[in-house]
């Protein structure tokens, strides 16, 4: 699915190298490089990838603005703007309150009637005289020129770190604000504290009248650091959210829900989460990842990239990549996840999409927690990803190949089961059994496609997670590498065999 091709060497790849060797300045602007672009390909679409901005200082918000640049926040209190076809940047403003510890100056999203009322709404942390953290909702004005006229909208506690966040505007003009838990688990739950919620305001900071717990501007609850919130095209809300040590979540969000947190991760797939569920009603995930990616700013995507569309495009900072979660039809569950640019720019923060299709990404290699290589001198960046062309069918067919093989196998395996029963299969004693001597594992086909769809508790408490969210074919994938090279001599299980399970299930 996803391979580097090199630039084609010639007329065209001479100009790329005598442009990308110019460095020019312009009154008003960075420094501005303008490099060529790289080629990268999915199954049938060929996508130019291409740095538009470097050496920021963690982009942490990046909206499509009505001028057709972006707009973006820094970490270091900026508001930005940037020609996304020249490179040139222009400074709207830097606040002078922000507090920057894993947080700053994080989110923002402008007014959408724009015209009437050129209004942004930025979210960042700040601490008083007397040493309290909190997060401040802010509305600016823009003149043409810098945004001016500051209101304070609204007030909340903050925190060193568990801060989330991100703000969207619904379709019917509500301000939707997804914010972190701050470690306090005691009101994570309560519809009088503002902590692990979705909130929801009036544009002018109010609180609602239709909102769920009258007086409260909780919409939502039961969330830990939720940095993604993106609304599809048909107004269904999204939301990303960091886990502990497991069960990183993308959950729906719906009116009045609660989501679990911290009484649930992920699934209820253990005995004192079912405990929990049973008396309170919560919503489950429509996707939960185990070991952690740490998923950040995320995006509906429905523009001309084929392979991506009716998607969710999401930022990793842990596991460095772009997930690709395409949904059904009603835009309500994940049917499917791709996996691109892994490693390839570090740390990734949020994620913008142009009115053309073109998808456009942030590094966060400068923040409080750089990866190994990273960051780079250029970093951070903003890097664009278009469509370049199609593919020619013959060559179609040697990449679809390449990707059903066992290095994907691997690669779910390393992702959803080694965690517990390790790399090798051996587990760990008295906790996780080992995969190499299972006799459940190398046994009956359809049993053992039960016991992973709904997994279990074992009689030493640990759970096994259910694997029920993952599609028939990343299954038929992950349960056959296990059985076929971790048990030995056992035959693959087909995705036919998967779905037939599933249906027998019902
Ligand atoms: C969070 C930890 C965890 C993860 C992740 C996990 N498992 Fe397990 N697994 C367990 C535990 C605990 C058991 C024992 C459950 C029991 O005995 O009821 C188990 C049991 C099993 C067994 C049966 C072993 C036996 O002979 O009793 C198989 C097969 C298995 N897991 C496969 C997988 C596969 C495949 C994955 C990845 C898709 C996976 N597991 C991911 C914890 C985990």
Redesign the pocket.
């Known amino acids: 699915m996803r391979k580097r091709v090199p630039l084609p060497i010639g007329w065209v790849g001479l100009l790329l190298f005598l442009i990308a060797s110019v460095s020019f300045r312009v009154p008003g602007m960075l420094n501005v490089r303008v490099e060529p672009a790289e080629s990268y390909t999915l199954d049938s679409t060929r996508l130019d990838v291409k740095t538009v901005a470097v050496n920021l200082n963690v982009p942490w918000d990046m909206v499509w603005g009505p001028d057709n640049w972006i707009w973006f926040t820094e970490q270091d209190g900026k508001v930005r703007r940037l020609n996304p076809e020249t490179g040139q940047i222009i400074d709207l403003l830097q606040i002078g309150d922000y507090y920057r510890k894993r947080l700053g100056l994080a989110s923002m999203v402008l007014h959408p009637d724009w015209k009437k009322t050129p209004q942004v709404f930025i979210n960042y942390t700040h601490i008083q005289k007397d040493s309290v953290i909190v997060s401040k909702l802010v509305r600016y004005t823009y003149n043409g020129k810098i945004l001016t006229h500051p209101t304070l909208l609204y007030q909340i506690p903050g925190y060193l770190g568990h801060n989330g966040s991100r703000l969207v505007i619904s379709k019917d003009r509500k301000l939707l604000w997804a914010t972190g838990d701050l470690k306090q688990h005691e009101t994570i739950l309560e519809p009088n504290a503002t902590n692990g919620k979705v909130l929801r305001l009036n544009l002018d900071g109010t609180i609602p009248a239709d909102n769920p717990f009258p007086g409260s501007p909780v919409w939502s609850m039961g969330f830990r650091v939720p940095q993604g919130l993106a609304y599809t095209d048909n107004g269904n809300l999204f939301i990303a959210e960091h886990g502990d040590a497991?069960d990183d979540e993308v959950n729906r969000v719906v009116k009045g829900a609660s989501y679990g947190w911290p009484h649930i991760a992920g699934f209820s797939d253990l005995p004192g989460e079912e405990r929990y569920a049973a008396e309170h009603p919560s919503v489950f995930p429509v996707k939960a990842w185990?070991?952690t990616i740490a998923p950040a700013g995320m995006d509906y995507y429905n523009g001309n990239i084929p392979e991506w569309k009716n998607a969710l495009l999401l930022t990793t900072l842990k596991d460095q990549s772009l997930r690709v979660l395409r949904l059904d039809a009603r835009r309500e569950t994940i049917i499917d996840e791709q996996i691109h640019f892994s490693k390839q720019f570090g740390r990734l923060r949020d994620v913008c999409v142009s009115p053309s299709g073109a998808v456009y990404i942030s590094t966060s290699n400068r923040d409080w927690n750089p990866p190994a290589n990273f960051p780079l001198p250029t970093d951070d960046r903003i890097i664009r990803i278009s469509r370049a062309g199609v593919i020619p069918k013959a060559a179609r067919v040697a990449n679809v190949q390449k990707n059903t093989g066992p290095q994907s196998a691997a690669l779910?395996?390393a992702s959803?089961?080694?965690?517990?029963?390790k790399p090798d299969g051996r587990?760990v004693p008295g906790?996780?059994?080992?995969?190499l001597?299972?006799?459940?594992?190398k046994g009956d086909k359809k049993a053992?496609i039960a016991?992973?769809l709904q997994?279990?508790?074992?009689?030493?408490g640990?759970?096994?997670?259910a694997?029920s969210f993952?599609t028939d074919a990343q299954?038929a994938e992950?349960?056959s590498?296990?059985r076929v090279n971790l048990?030995k001599e056992a035959s693959a299980v087909s995705v036919e065999e998967i779905k037939q399970v599933r249906i027998d299930k019902k």
């Open positions: 497991t185990t070991p779910l395996y959803y089961c080694a965690s517990c029963h587990g906790s996780f059994p080992s995969l001597t299972s006799a459940r594992l053992l016991f992973v997994g279990s508790q074992s009689a030493s640990e759970g096994m997670p694997f993952m299954l992950v349960v590498y296990a048990a």
